[in-house]
């Protein structure tokens, strides 16, 4: 590869790295061509992008990332690499250990997922129970909501009661 291919290629991964606050690095390199297509087209349909990258091309592009430190994440850049790109944070995870159920491979090197980062394949589980964004909004104004609710609730039933109430005193004989 050529100073100027590299070039363009370590401009490329800035780019991304810089648009997508979700990715993994991940060791595919003993899986076989048909076993890495079926991972592509799984990562395919769960809108992630996943891209083989030399190490050192990754590891110049993260040096020159000033909005992130990526410092931690140099460690594991030995053997062969895959990133995963996503915009969910769990989903890579989830992928993954869907994957090897079947497959020794992918093994997760590290991930950096809403600004932390996580080391080592041990850290699967913990990655795969994150829940995204939008889950947690909908928790959140869940929660918010049920107080409502319960005084609406009571509300409205003490109105029945209350109109029993004024019913049968203004039935009742004088």
């Given at each position: ?63 020159r990332s000033s909005a992130k430190d990526y410092q931690p994440l140099l460690g594991s850049l030995k053997g062969s690499t895959a990133i995963m790109f996503s915009e969910v944070g769990s989903d890579p995870a989830k ?80």
């Amino acid at each position: 590869m050529k100073k100027e291919e590299k070039s363009l290629v370590i401009d490329s991964l800035v780019e991304q790295l810089a648009n997508n606050s979700h990715f993994y690095l991940t060791d595919v390199a003993s899986l076989d061509a048909v076993k890495t297509s079926d991972l592509r087209r799984a990562c395919f349909k769960k809108n992630i992008k996943m891209l083989v990258v030399k190490n050192s091309l990754l590891k110049k592009a993260m040096e020159r990332s000033s909005a992130k430190d990526y410092q931690p994440l140099l460690g594991s850049l030995k053997g062969s690499t895959a990133i995963m790109f996503s915009e969910v944070g769990s989903d890579p995870a989830k992928l993954i250990k869907k994957f090897r159920e079947k497959n020794d491979k992918p093994v997760l090197k590290a991930a950096f997922v809403e600004e932390s980062v996580y080391i080592g394949d041990d850290q699967l589980d913990t990655l795969a129970s994150i829940k995204s964004k939008d889950e947690v909004i909908g928790e959140i104004i869940s929660l918010l909501q049920s107080p409502a609710k319960n005084i609406v609730s009571a509300l409205q039933s003490g109105g029945g009661k209350l109109a029993g109430i004024v019913k049968t005193l203004s039935e009742r004989p004088e």
